[in-house]
């Protein structure tokens, strides 16, 4: 007789191995859906830096016609000044290829304003770099949770 083999319970999800994790980032292709709400400036350094993170990562962009993406990424932006500071709240949602959102990064970034500017104006692109950053990380950290 065949030896039988006893399959692992499922009743509680192990934590991904870095191997796991690694693949569920090397079979992603994100798709970054235009950005609502920010000025195209204030985007611009956003995006390149959006690119830029997710390179390093491991993580491959598809294009806005690419229909072979794995997840969809929206992200909502305003920006708030007070004072010599402005803060940039965002939301990202993370959707899948049909619309089913997965789900949601969001925080706030307060750095000091541009000289003279306000709202969008005073966004310095560092600013807009850095939650750039965290949002390639927090996503990837995400991605890396949903393997095995």
Do not use: C
């Amino acid at each position: 007789p065949a030896p039988s083999t006893t399959a692992p319970a499922a009743s509680s999800p192990t934590p991904a191995s870095p191997a796991q994790s690694a693949a569920a980032i090397a079979r992603t292709r994100l798709q970054v859906a235009p950005i609502v709400g920010a000025s195209v400036e204030a985007a611009a350094p956003l995006t390149a830096e959006l690119q830029t993170r997710a390179r390093q990562r491991g993580i491959t962009l598809a294009g806005s016609t690419d229909q072979t993406a794995t997840h969809v990424l929206k992200g909502y932006f305003s920006a708030i000044s007070e004072g010599s500071d402005t803060t940039v709240i965002y939301v990202w949602d993370i959707y899948d290829p049909s619309g089913n959102r997965l789900h949601r990064i969001n925080g706030q970034q307060k750095a000091p304003s541009v000289k003279g500017g306000d709202g969008w104006t005073a966004v310095a692109p560092a600013t807009m770099q850095g939650i750039a950053d965290q949002t390639v990380d927090q996503f990837a950290a995400w991605l890396g949770g949903q393997a095995g």
